[in-house]
């Protein structure tokens, strides 16, 4: 039985569908069976950043409402034999499909891959709600912004009520030199608030953008830190114990006295 | 007669309540007597309290003790660095450059002579 990973955030644009490609990507890589879920329904873009839009018949819309079976929404990746894709429709709104439909697509799901990664849309209504729904573990994406971050402490108050008391955190588009002026919040400054454990830090990195555009996700490429990045986070996922890049920026005595009842 | 331990029974019930920390963005306690939270209050939470409010943690989101106009109200926290703070009808946020001094030590906040004043829990 595998397992379903539901990747989120509150706020849009933090880098939910670059963690969802680049992580089944590596996953993939690994030689897991791996399926990517795109469940933001009317702005779906998942299949853009995995290359794959021209080969889309059925969505999960499709799928929802029994219009083909579940294998005939699934595209198969340009190259990676072990990962697919199944597509939200892009016509329809978060309406067009129910948390018990999620439920048993993801159980179905998970009989067949090792692991099930789904890509949920801004927000916490339904959208939210039905990316939720199926998932047995989630990875809450944030940038080092305070907004970001807010929304993010939002978002894992729901998934505790959900039923998923355990969400772990990727700080994406760090920028270490602004870091290290005290420009920007640090790793520790967010782990601090947020009291979840850590599962990765992806730099911010312009080749993202354009690995994305090409539709390559760059964890593929074995030259790009931020494709190692994702690559780690991949092990860590699988229960590999890969140890942080010193980023620096500790924590003082105090505010270690402070995090104690929250660990 | 032992007079030195409080007995159980003598003490007043249901007045103070505990919660296991941390509030998230979004998390909302509002309570008639004495708030404890173990563990963190953070940014867009709130805790409401007729009583005292006391955090074992960091403070970040918004507070109101005495809410139904006790003025000898206090809050207290680990790290004092709320988002705002109230006392009765009193609303004040943390200054500029409050962020430079916040954390170094447990504050409390009263009103004192009018004001709400912050100071360092002397332990
Ligand atoms: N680490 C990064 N460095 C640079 N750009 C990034 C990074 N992560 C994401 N982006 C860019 O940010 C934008 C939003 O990312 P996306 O994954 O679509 O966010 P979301 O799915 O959360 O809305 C995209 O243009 C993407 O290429
Ligand atoms: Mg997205």
Same mark, same amino acid.
């Given at each position: ?41 009317? @702005? ?15 969505? @999960? ?9 579940? &294998? ?27 948390? /018990? ?15 099930? @990664?789904?890509?949920? +849309? ?7 709600? &039905? /990316? ?32 998923? +008391? ?27 608030? @947020? ?17 994305? &555009?090409?539709?390559? +996700? ?24 890969? +140890? ?17 009842? &929250?660990? | ?29 509002? =309570?008639?007597?004495?708030? %404890? ?9 709130? %805790? ?46 943390? #200054?500029?450059? =409050? ?6 030590? #447990?504050? %409390? ?13 002397? %332990?």
């Amino acid at each position: 039985m595998g397992e379903v990973i539901v990747i989120t955030s509150g706020k849009g644009g933090v880098g939910k569908t670059t963690t969802t490609a680049n992580l089944g990507t590596a996953l993939a890589m690994m030689g897991k069976r791996t399926v990517l879920l795109d469940t933001d329904i009317g @702005l779906r873009n998942l299949d853009v950043v995995m290359g794959l839009e021209n080969r889309i018949v059925f969505n @999960l819309v499709d799928v929802a409402e029994n219009r083909c079976r579940l &294998n005939q929404a699934m595209i198969k990746d340009k190259k990676l034999d072990t990962l697919s894709l199944i597509p939200a429709a892009q016509t329809r709104d978060k309406t067009a499909i129910t948390e /018990a439909q999620m439920e048993k697509i993801a159980r179905t799901l998970k009989k067949d891959f090792d692991y099930v @990664l789904i890509d949920c +849309p801004a927000g916490i209504e339904q959208g939210f709600k &039905n /990316a939720v729904a199926g998932a047995d573990r989630a990875l809450v994406v944030t940038t080092p912004e305070i907004s970001a971050v807010r929304d993010a402490d939002r978002v894992i108050g729901l998934l505790e009520a959900a039923g998923l +008391p355990h969400p772990e955190v990727i700080i994406n588009r760090v920028r270490f030199d602004m870091v290290r002026r005290g420009e920007m919040m640090g790793i520790d400054d967010i782990i601090d608030i @947020l009291a979840v454990e850590l599962i990765g830090i992806v730099a911010d990195d312009e080749d993202i953008v354009i690995s994305t &555009n090409k539709g390559e +996700p760059i964890a593929k490429n074995q030259l790009s830190a931020a494709g190692k990045s994702f690559r780690d986070v991949a092990r860590r996922l699988a229960g590999e114990n890969v +140890p942080f890049q010193d980023v620096g920026g500790g924590r003082s005595l105090w505010r270690k006295v402070c995090a104690v009842f &929250n660990r | 007669m032992m007079t030195d331990f409080w007995d159980k029974n003598d003490l007043p019930k249901g007045n103070t309540v505990l919660i296991e920390g941390p509030l998230r963005s979004g998390h909302k306690i509002d =309570y008639d007597g004495n708030v %404890v939270v173990m563990g963190d209050v953070n940014a867009g939470a709130e %805790v409401r309290a007729t009583g005292h409010i006391i955090i074992f943690g960091a403070l970040r989101g918004m507070v109101h003790s005495g809410a139904q106009g006790d003025i000898h109200a206090k809050v207290l926290a680990l790290m004092l660095f709320p988002t705002q703070l109230r006392i009765a009808d009193h609303i004040t946020c943390p #200054p500029q450059g =409050y962020e430079e001094i916040a954390g170094k030590a #447990p504050e %409390v906040a009263q009103i004192t002579g009018g004001k709400v004043v912050i100071e360092q829990l002397i %332990v």
